[in-house]
């Protein structure tokens, strides 16, 4: 008999221990609930590098709010200063995530294809080529 309860004080306590481990893990949230928060969730850009150096002296694109909303919709918003008085206001499209690849889509414009490098709750840091050089484009949560 004492065998017995030997084994089932030994068997509780390491049940015990393991739900006691498992309430401590949390799964990160997937990188589409972070991008989209969930519903939707606006970014605007705070940087942009192209091999190491910054280009992002352009204030057309300092005021531009990228949403990505749950269901894959993206909007593009060109904010009160445009880069190109004829630009549409709004451009409107899709995005999708593949691992680490962003592929956003824009109105009638081709596929734009964006490595994740770091994404959070408040912060996208994305990398693409462009003209053989490497761009690094950082958001902010809004």
């Known amino acids: 008999m004492k065998k017995v309860h030997a084994t089932t004080l030994a068997l509780t306590a390491l049940l015990l221990a393991g739900?006691?481990?498992?309430?401590?893990?949390?799964?990160?949230?997937?990188?589409?609930?972070?991008?989209?928060?969930?519903?939707?969730?606006?970014?605007?850009?705070?940087?942009i590098t192209k091999d190491g150096s910054d280009r992002f002296q352009s204030s057309c694109?300092?005021?531009?709010?990228?949403?990505?909303?749950?269901?894959?919709?993206?909007?593009?918003?060109e904010g009160t200063k445009k880069c190109t008085a004829t630009d549409p206001q709004r451009l409107t499209g899709t995005w999708s995530l593949?691992?680490?690849?962003?592929?956003?889509?824009q109105g009638t414009r081709s596929y734009l294809y964006l490595e994740i490098k770091?994404?959070?709750?408040?912060?996208?840091?994305?990398t693409n080529d462009m003209d053989g050089e490497k761009v690094e484009t950082t958001f902010a949560a809004q």
Do not use: I, M
Not at 61 to 77: E, I, K, M, S, V
Not at 98 to 105: G, H, M, Q
């Open 118 to 126: 770091s994404l959070s709750a408040s912060h996208l840091v994305v």
């Open 61 to 77: 694109r300092a005021d531009n709010l990228y949403t990505f909303a749950a269901g894959n919709a993206f909007t593009l918003d």
């Open 19 to 47: 739900t006691t481990a498992c309430e401590n893990t949390t799964d990160p949230a997937p990188q589409g609930d972070l991008l989209s928060g969930g519903g939707s969730k606006t970014w605007k850009v705070v940087s």
């Open 98 to 105: 593949s691992n680490s690849v962003l592929s956003v889509k």
